[in-house]
Structure formats: C-alpha cells, structure tokens
Nanobody, 123 residues
Framework: VQLQASGGGLVQPGGSLRLSCVAS????????IGWFRQAPGKEREFVTA????????WPADSVRGRFFISRDSAKNTVYLQMNSLKPEDTAVYYC?????????????????WGQGTQVTVSS
C-alpha cells in the first residue's frame, strides 16, 4: 500500500501549483482522499478532501475558491490544484486515504498516508 505525493516547489505569491497523489496497492475508488498540510511549528491542518465513489469535495474555509481537488480513477491519482497561493499556504502537503470515507477533516480517520511534498510560497 502506497501513496506518493509530488508536485511541490517554490512559487511566488499569487501563483499556482498542482500536486499529485498516486495510489497503489489498494482499491483506489473505495477510498476518500484528503489533503492535509503542516507548517513548521504548527499542527497538521485539513485542506480538502474528495469522497469515495463520488465527485463531492470538502474544502477548508481557508482554501475554498482557491484550491480544487479532483480524482482520475483510471490513473489512481488525485490532484490538488492550488491557485492564488499565499505565503501562509507554505507547508508540507500530505495526501491520505480513508476507506469508504466522506471527506473527514479528522486526520485520525485516514488509514494510509503519503510522504509529503514541500510547498513554499515566497517572493
């Protein structure tokens, strides 16, 4: 079982990045996929999630209208499109999988975690 997050990097304020989370070793469509982030010295924070077997998404208020999550089942991949990035979006971003999940904001609900990818928003 593996989740591989990628796509992070350095971007200027106002810019965009797309993160990818590739899943392997488990039935991808049976899992909700969530994105969380953790900045230095802060607790892990829920960003957004997409339900299992559905296109319903659940963004946090802090990213609503800027970050968009989507799923490509043929590629076992979930994407996080991040637009209008702000310095406060700087963090390590993690993807996680929750069996039969509905987009929980609680990290404890998720069964599998990826290794994280660094996003830095700075001029």
């Amino acid at each position: 079982v593996q989740l591989q997050a990628s796509g992070g990097g350095l971007v200027q304020p106002g810019g965009s990045l797309r993160l990818s989370c590739v899943a392997s070793g488990f039935p991808f469509d049976y899992y909700a996929i969530g994105w969380f982030r953790q900045a230095p010295g802060k607790e892990r924070e829920f960003v957004t999630a997409i339900e299992y077997n559905s296109d319903s998404t659940w963004p946090a208020d802090s990213v609503r209208g800027r970050f968009f999550i989507s799923r490509d089942s043929a590629k076992n991949t979930v994407y996080l499109q991040m637009n209008s990035l702000k310095p406060e979006d700087t963090a390590v971003y993690y993807c996680a999988a929750d069996l039969y999940g509905f987009g929980s904001r609680s990290a404890g609900k998720y069964d599998y975690w990826g290794q994280g990818t660094q996003v830095t928003v700075s001029s």
